[in-house]
């Protein structure tokens, strides 16, 4: 618009060049805590309803999603900041627990990782999502992971330490319990 705003040009340097910035596209990290503790009572399994539903939403969103699962001996990636898509559902119909629980490793993990994304790219929103049952037995060490995150407490059966809130708490994190979220 800036070359035709001076009307017709004569000639090429009369032309005018302004590239738009695209837009940053939001990162979504979820980092789920796969220990054996989270089989019990089916936690895992009522938690994969709300993790597609959130796959859903970054799909429309148009975000990049990381994902990082804590289970057995240490914290592995699953992907690493692509485009939300239908691909994610076998992965997640795949999703089991067992061993021990890695959370924190993983967790310093995910603030290392949020920490190098924000240096190479100053402008993108970046939101985590813990999916765990806080069964840890120390929360000596946890600091917030430098970005708007959620945990999703899916602690179920009689039996409750109630240590989500407490993670929450230590995370900087806005709190949920699944139980308190809707049915689909």
Known sequence: MATLAKGRPRSRAALQWHQGLAPVTPLWLVLVDASASTRRNGSLARAKGFLQALFDQAYRQRARLALLTASGTGAQWQRHGLKASAALTPWLDGLGAGGGTPLLEALEEARG????????????????????????????????????????????????????????????????????????
Do not use: F, M, N
């Not at 946890?142 to 945990?151: N, P, S």
């Not at 602690?155 to 809130?165: A, F, M, P, Q």
């Not at 995370?171 to 689909?184: T, V």
């Open 113 to 184: 990782w949020l920490a190098r994304q924000r240096r190479s790219r100053p402008g993108q929103a970046q939101r985590c999502v813990v999916v765990t049952d806080g069964r840890l037995k120390s929360l000596q060490g946890l600091h917030a992971l430098g970005c708007e995150t959620l945990l999703l407490d899916i602690e179920l059966g009689s039996v409750r330490l109630g240590k989500g809130r407490q993670l929450a708490q230590a995370l900087a994190a806005d709190y949920q319990h699944l139980e308190g979220l809707p049915e689909r």
